[in-house]
């Protein structure tokens, strides 16, 4: 056998294993996958938001007082939406990266459903495709795309979710 034929027999090898590691798992069910998200998105609203948006509160009125009090008393204004909303994105990024990567594709609600991310190759996600994957969950509608086939965050980021017992 020549280097050509070796390297391609190596090749097949190698995607051969990647399909067979794909194919031993069963996909996640809608159902399944809308439990995710709403555990998910409770635990972050009421939990993680708590958390982070006193950390900036009591940073923003050390740092600045008049600023801090202002936009608490008049809670309509831009500012205070504007530092809502970026909390809201930064909680996304951070419980979405770091679950699924620190805990192999989990989190609280994939836990409880007995589901996981993976990448469509079967292997473990890496820190880039759940960072990929969290920042996909901020596209307008993404929520809906769960209905279709493959939500964007899957599609986007080569990933998916799957059963995992």
């Given at each position: ?29 809608k ?5 995710n998200?709403?555990v998910?998105n409770i635990?972050m ?17 050390t740092?600045?007082p ?5 936009i ?14 970026l909390v809201?994105?930064f909680?996304y ?14 989190t ?29 969950r901020?596209?307008?509608f ?24």
């Amino acid at each position: 056998m020549d280097n050509n034929q070796q390297h391609t027999s190596e090749v097949e090898s190698i995607f051969s294993e990647k399909m067979h590691n794909l194919a031993q798992y069963e996909q996640a069910t809608k159902g399944q996958r809308a439990v995710n998200l709403i555990v998910d998105n409770i635990l972050m609203s009421w939990g993680l938001s708590y958390i982070t948006g006193t950390a900036v509160g009591y940073l923003l009125g050390t740092l600045f007082p008049e600023y801090t009090l202002r936009i608490v008393e008049k809670q309509d204004s831009i500012d205070f939406f504007m530092i809502t909303y970026l909390v809201a994105i930064f909680n996304y990024l951070i419980y979405y990266t770091i679950c699924e990567k620190a805990f192999r594709g989990y989190t609280l609600g994939k836990l409880i459903t007995g589901t996981r991310a993976v990448r469509q190759d079967g292997g473990e996600l890496t820190i880039r495709d759940a960072f990929l994957r969290s920042l996909s969950r901020l596209a307008p509608f993404e929520p809906f795309s769960g209905f279709g086939d493959s939500p964007w965050h899957d599609s986007w980021t080569k990933t998916t979710v799957v059963k995992a017992r």
